[in-house]
């Protein structure tokens, strides 16, 4: 069992940047794939970024050369940097797909 807990979300303004946390109860350091998705109001859960076989990552087309993801120890991370309105959503760390954080907010304002 892996419990996640996520922190680093709030109000921000469009270019500004946030760094997102993801702490694992339990060591990470060789699971994968691990990830982060959000869900803006009134739509489905996308994935944002992710680190997959081999530690490659994959990104969504629309945070491509603004977000990086990375991993330290037990602590997942999501560099945002240039953030839009659009990227206003509740993101939510997992590991697997089967453990998830219970989310934290982003809001951007334009």
């Known amino acids: 069992q892996v419990q996640l807990v996520e922190s680093g979300g709030g109000l921000v303004q469009a270019g500004g940047s946030l760094r997102l946390s993801c702490a694992a109860s339990?060591?990470?350091?060789?699971?994968?794939?691990l990830g982060w998705d959000r869900q803006a109001p009134g739509k489905q859960r996308e994935m944002v970024a992710s680190i997959i076989s081999g530690g490659k990552t994959n990104y969504a087309d629309g945070v491509k050369g603004r977000f990086t993801i990375s991993r330290e120890a037990n602590t997942l991370y999501l560099q945002m940097n240039n953030v839009k309105p659009e990227d206003t959503a509740v993101y939510y760390c997992?590991?697997?797909?089967?453990?998830w954080g219970q989310g934290t907010q982003v809001t951007v304002s334009s």
């Open positions: 997992h590991v697997l797909r089967r453990y």
């Open positions: 339990g060591t990470i350091s060789s699971i994968l794939p």
